[in-house]
């Protein structure tokens, strides 16, 4: 029989522990039917099969994003990206030009700023002035917190008489008055009133994203798209798009917003529903909001702000009532935690709900996403409860200046701990979180590897004991994503039998120089058998 494609002279990394290392990669349909040696793989070839001379270049499975935000991902591509606006008068002036492009009472919509860069938060004044006929909404890199002018404050309803909103917090000056800074739940409440993007604008957004995580090599996400959109509307479109005579060029794990809970439940959907390239996956929470805001829940106040725990977003019986109704109605849950608070209140409430009946093998493992501020008696928890760690590390090239300052050297010496945690056995995924970070994931092995900014601060790497090897890294971007959603027989690793998700590397990550791995380049990304880029 013969193959459809057939990869030839490679340096292929398998992450199959059993066998590592081999030259040649052969794939019928979708899935990898050999691998080997280049002499053992040749009876495969014949005049109708597809054959790629690696030349020497690393093959390894395609990265799998273990958390971001697709749609937000496409749609912000065309809004205002923010993330390099190193000033006051960069932001105002981003968003003067975009106001000018827009017919007067337009929202100005974008995200991405930091106040660590711009050298403090934005003011409602500032954007008055830069848009004054328009409503102006721009959310912080984290997105749990954003930036209004008057105009979309009144729109909210939020201004000297309005009540604060559970959950949330709305920043005010001396006399009372909205300083324009929205958190966690008031956010919410303002991004409800911008008029909601078409069918059409959600497929242009989705595909421009997924064409994108394509060229970086990503061949599966578990992407987050549930909030603020209509729950049978996005599932709708994404079924359409992955069955349709074009379809995505990678595999969707499909996270909802646990509001849409006993819809979902209603329609029969359940975890794993789907097929290879589409399916439903699990409920997601919030248990707190992002460091950078000040909302993650701490055990003990901010070092640079006493007083401040964060916010909790539930009540302990509410989050474990919740989760037993998920995994009841055979549901994942991956719960977003951020501080140590926050974690010790999902893994108590993960403890007490009802152990499900699990019809799909991943919807029994709690994943927590984030784990950023977290200490060695929760990882024992975790791996107790067997929770799955979904962490970003490109957090740590952005949030190294504020990490010590926000959690004073104690809480922070076990924060952002991977390498403890892999140490002690707690199963480790890598994502991006994109849009709060860039999606690449060779950014995330640079960071993990390095423990550096993107600049190389500081030098030596922030708590050089918690760096990882590049081999650890890769896994965790790999059979890791895998792991965490129960599709380890299927992906993360180049073995017969397995899905053909594969990308083909301009240097290799294992034998680079580690301050160069953020640099290195995707020349080919193959899901399904499927060449869907070519550099």
Known sequence: ??????????????????????????????????????????PWISPGTRVVAAGGRRLMPGFIDSH???????????????????????LVDLVRERAT?????????????DEERLGGLPRRDWLD????????????HCYHVTAANSAALRLAGFWEQSAELAGGRIDRDEHGRPTGILREN?????????????????????????????????TSVHTNDGQGFPLETVHKIYDELQTGPSPLPLRIWWDFAQEDLEQAAALGWRT?????????????????????????????????????????????????SRIRLALDSGFQVAVHAIGDAAAAQTLQAYERALPPSAPHPGVSRLRLIHCQVMDPHLWSEMLRLGAVAEVQPRFLASDYPMITPRLGPARASVSYAWHSMASLGVPLAFGSDCPV????????????????????????GWLPEERLAVAEALAMHTRGGAYAVGEERDKGQLSPGYLAD????????????????KDIAVDMTITGGRVVYER
């Open 502 to 517: 594969m990308v083909l590397l301009e240097q290799d990550p294992l034998t680079a120089d580690p301050a160069s791995l």
């Open 101 to 113: 492009q827009l017919p007067p009472g337009a929202w100005v919509l974008g995200g991405g700023w």
């Open 437 to 460: 970070e860039p999606l690449n994931p060779l950014h995330a092995i640079y960071a993990a590897v390095t423990r550096q900014t993107m600049d190389g601060e500081p030098p030596g």
């Open 68 to 90: 971001l935000h697709l749609l937000g991902h496409g749609l912000l591509l065309e809004r205002l990206d923010l993330r390099q606006a190193r000033s006051r008068d960069e």
């Open 1 to 42: 029989m013969a193959a459809d494609l057939v990869i030839l002279e490679a340096r292929v990394a398998t992450m199959n522990p059993d066998r590592p290392h081999a030259t040649a990669v052969a794939v019928k349909g979708e899935r990898i039917v050999d691998v080997g040696t280049d002499l053992a793989l040749r």
């Open 129 to 140: 002035r830069a848009a004054p006929d328009h409503p102006v909404l721009l959310a912080r």
């Open 272 to 320: 794993g529903q789907g097929d290879t390239w589409f399916r439903v996956g699990s409920v997601k929470m919030f248990a707190d909001g992002s460091l950078g805001g000040r909302t993650a829940a701490l055990c003990e106040p901010y070092a640079d702000e006493p007083g401040n725990r964060g916010l909790l977003l539930w009540e302990e019986e509410a989050l474990a």
């Open 186 to 218: 008031a956010k919410e409440h303002a991004d409800r009133m911008v008029p909601p993007p078409t069918p059409e604008d959600l497929r242009r957004a989705l595909r421009n994203a997924a064409e994108a995580a394509a060229r970086l090599g990503i």
